[in-house]
């Protein structure tokens, strides 16, 4: 059994959780999760509050395991969610994109975990100082909103910068990514790739296709002109918003290329106009199957790896 | 002692290469890493046939160790020095930039190990077809030319595409980052980025100083927009390319802007007008010291770390 801090921290069997992808991850997705024996999260990206209401209801009526709520901190409705989280004593709260620093005391009042994921070390400081529990540190491999730094290069630098506990994120899908973020000095991981395959995960059939078919080279970064880089696979619409940002468009034309493109993945599964999140460790997913299951295999891989890691010591 | 199929491949006592740094690597950095117990390599990158042949005979005369030279395939005279190379029959040769298939056969022929640098596991499965004896794959978080994949997510990807043993490039400076490539089924590493901190390692102390004082958001990669991708230190030169790109500047005035920049950084030590390459990890450098003594910290740390990795297993 592979058993950290993290898992003490939080309450759970397996130091993994589950990433906050806006629009995806839903109570029956971080349910799976938690159930799992993992942090399964809800994420609160759209804003609307009473959905983020209904799903955290309803997560407490799917499990009786600890899960977390997602919170990106430029989005809509901050203050509310804020607040409405620290009202429902989720066990944590991850942020991301800004600084929670201001929320981190009514957050840590209700008892709840806090849990920022950070791009850099100089933010993982911060975050230090903000009151932090423990620091997601997510490598640009990862899908969705991505920064610079790799996983490979960020987790020793944010784990020699800071003294709390540090989940890897970012180019982890199996045994093999979380023994190498151990390596690192990581003491749980995060992941969200291949939890987009879950069965509980309710993307439409033909996000879920692209995703079993994805290769190594399959994903694509857009968005870097405009200051927020976005990590999907290649595509009709990634391909050509690519090559659009070169060219002499507007940033207003460009930013409303963009729009919808999210939902026209997740729900409609339209091929054309969808953007189809995922990260460059999407070529190891290959399986459709309960979150669960997929849990128990990473762990029991895992354990095995590190048991072993001493192959080439003479 | 750390000890994988790599040593055995090339007769050295440590499975670490020393990354082919164009206008870089001479004979005696590779002396340096070569007589530590690694393989140094020289870069032939520069074209020039008579230097890559002194420094060549300069190594040998350096070093009864076994050493390397890298061939960058789209640079000048690759021809001549493809059969220099056979001729002088070097220990090993790792190929960049194309598909080394025409010269593979002749190296063999004189004795010579092939390892190809591979950024994709489409481009490794190809390289096993022509020959290939081992695979470097590298993360795109190296210095210089970079490829998209980050080294968390290749290697599982390439180890599970080919059965030749695969050393891992990318964002690895310390035993932190060999144990973690190791867990990612890699067999061997090469560094870049540490060893242009070597005491052996010629470049301009403007270079040097900067590369000490850099952190974890010191890099930037230029040259998307003409396909060529370059990871370098962040500087007035790199900031200044790097908007350009977006600019509606020609595609060749876009090229000679970094026409002689590396020379400005290596030679001149030019803070305006240098590019000065180096990969993420570099704010893992922080000491000015031998490769030698690099290298045994990096095997007994690595150690430490592998003989500690079931510190969470229960």
Redesign the interface.
Known sequence: ????PICEMLGIKY?ILQGGMAHISDANLAAAVSNGGGLGIISAANGNIDWIENEIDKAFSLTDKPFGVNVMLMGENIEQIAELIARKRVAAVTTGAGNPERYIPMWKDAGIKVMPVVA???LAKLMVRAGADALIAE???SGGHVG???????I???C?AVDLPVVAA???A?G??L???????A?GIQIGTRFLAATECAISRTYKDKLLKA???S??VTGK?LGHPVRSLKSPFSRGYAKT??T?ISDEDLEMMAVGTLRAAVVDGDEKKGCFLA???V??VNKEENAAKMIEEIFSDA?N???G??????
Chains 1, 2 share one sequence.
């Open positions: 059994m592979i058993y950290t130091p850099s070390s100089a490598g640009g491999e610079d730094m790799t996983t490979m290069a960020l020793p630098q944010v020699d970012g180019g982890i199996d093999r990514g023994a190498a973020a151990f390596m690192l000095g003491q290769g190594d080279g994903t694509i002109r940002e070169y002499n990260g460059q460790i070529g190891l354990e790896i590190l048991n890691a001493k192959k080439w010591v003479k």
